[in-house]
């Protein structure tokens, strides 16, 4: 062996140091277990692109009873409701007291920065700005992922067991065969057209805004910088818009009755896709995917980071009864088990978009159908109650009642009155 090969030995390999791969470094390194993380983006890319910002009550349990959730606390904003807005009117769907649950807008990097920031105080194995990663041996009991590190070492990791966690575009997931797997796609008409702005905060909640120019998002970063969206084209070219017909559009969709956006300098813009992936199985041999791997969800239900979550939340449970217990019991059932909240986030988003989106293809009955669906969800508690108990989260499911995850959740339940 050469000094620019080495092979090296952990009991979980991890691809990708998003939110499912860092969060599951975490959990495991709380039961003693070892993980490798590797991402061929560096550090500083990771904790700077802009992603969407809602964590469901699950999500911020598990950051604040596993330690990692102080900053969230201190500036992440607790939202007890949303407002859904048609006919220039906004009503409020009250999460707090539909659900007891609440949601935090806290964006994805700052949840990303601080489990960088305690993996890396807990002496925890992160590698940045890797490349040509490849898996392999993933039906053997030898799986080995390679990549090459930024210094030209290329490295052979073997583990136990490799964790894909590398989005969609990534590697894990072209790695089951073709044969054995099965992949359901959807494909939106639409794309969000995102903005940063340089303006305090519209709104005390989030605004999500039908009209019959098209959707339109509300949202927040901090007290001088927000966060919005409107419904575009998915092939928009964002760099062809002035600051002055974006504020057009948004103002056509959204002001009215007294009610006007708080506008400023427009410093970041992007068109966002809108798309619905998942693949079926989530594992195949040694090889278990999680977040967007395995599954892609459009922005509306504000989903993605928690599914990616809830994710390792149940993979962790079921590594920890491997390798504490030596029983791949809960591993043979992983993707079931989280295929069950997988499609109803599938589902909840479709809903979300097909409520509040513009379809070019409707005609008038669509517009009136879509106001009659939103009154209908806003007119009663009942009416409300699916959209305030899917928003802001159903438990993790608890599978290992011996587990770090287990444990950190019923200790948040017995903590919240
Ligand atoms: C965001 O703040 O970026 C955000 C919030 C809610 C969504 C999507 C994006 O549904």
């Known amino acids: 062996m050469n000094a620019t090969n080495q092979s090296q030995r952990t009991q979980v390999a991890i691809i990708g140091a998003g939110p499912a791969g860092l969060m599951l470094s975490h959990l495991l390194s709380l039961s003693g277990i070892d993980s490798v993380v590797i991402d061929v983006r560096d550090r500083e890319t990771i904790e700077a692109t802009i992603r969407a910002g809602i964590l469901e009550q699950g999500t911020a349990d598990l950051m604040t009873s596993t330690g990692v959730g102080d900053r969230l606390l201190d500036e992440g904003q607790r939202h007890e409701g949303t407002y859904l807005r048609s006919r220039k009117e906004s009503r409020r769907i009250d999460f707090a007291a539909l659900t007891g649950r609440s949601v935090y807008l806290y964006p994805q990097h700052e949840v990303l920065k601080d489990l960088i920031g305690a993996r890396i105080a807990a002496g925890g194995d992160l590698r940045f700005g890797v490349h040509d990663v490849e898996v392999q041996g993933i039906t053997t009991d030898d799986p080995k992922v390679r990549f090459t590190e930024p210094d030209g070492t290329r490295v052979e990791l073997s583990s136990a067991v490799i964790a894909g966690c590398d989005g969609s575009q990534g590697v894990c997931r072209r790695a089951i065969p073709k044969d054995v797997r099965t992949d359901y796609f959807h494909a939106y008409p639409h794309g969000w057209f995102g903005i940063l702005t340089e303006a305090p905060p519209s709104s005390d909640e989030l605004i999500y805004s039908h009209s019959e120019h098209g959707f339109a998002l509300i949202s ?10 409107f419904q575009c084209d ?29 506008e400023g300098p427009i410093t970041q813009r992007g068109v966002i896709p809108m798309r619905s992936y998942v693949i079926d ?3 195949h041999g040694r090889l278990f995917l999680a977040g967007d791997a395995a599954h892609t969800v459009p922005p509306t239900g504000a989903k993605g980071m928690n599914l990616a979550v809830a994710d390792v939340a149940v993979l962790c449970q079921a590594l920890e009864r491997y390798f504490h217990q030596g029983s791949t019991e809960l591993l043979d059932v ?4 989280v295929a069950d909240r997988v499609w109803q986030a599938q589902h909840f988003s479709w809903w979300m978009t097909s409520m509040l989106h513009l379809d070019h293809k409707g005609d008038a009955f669509d517009h009136r159908r879509q106001l009659g669906e939103i009154d209908q ?3 009663s508690p009942i009416g409300g109650a699916y959209l305030a108990d899917t928003y802001t989260g159903r438990p993790i499911a ?19 009155p």
């Open 220 to 229: 927040s970063r901090t007290p001088t910088l927000q966060r919005m969206y």
């Open 234 to 262: 998915p092939g928009e070219d964002a760099s062809t818009w002035s600051d002055e017909r974006i504020w057009d559009e948004l103002r056509t969709r959204v002001n009215g009755n007294g009610f006007e956006l708080k």
């Open 281 to 283: 199985p989530m594992s």
């Open 334 to 337: 992983y993707g079931r088990t």
């Open 377 to 379: 969800i806003t007119g």
């Open 398 to 416: 608890l599978t290992n009642p011996d587990s770090v995850v287990a444990e950190a959740l019923t200790r948040t339940a017995q903590r919240t």
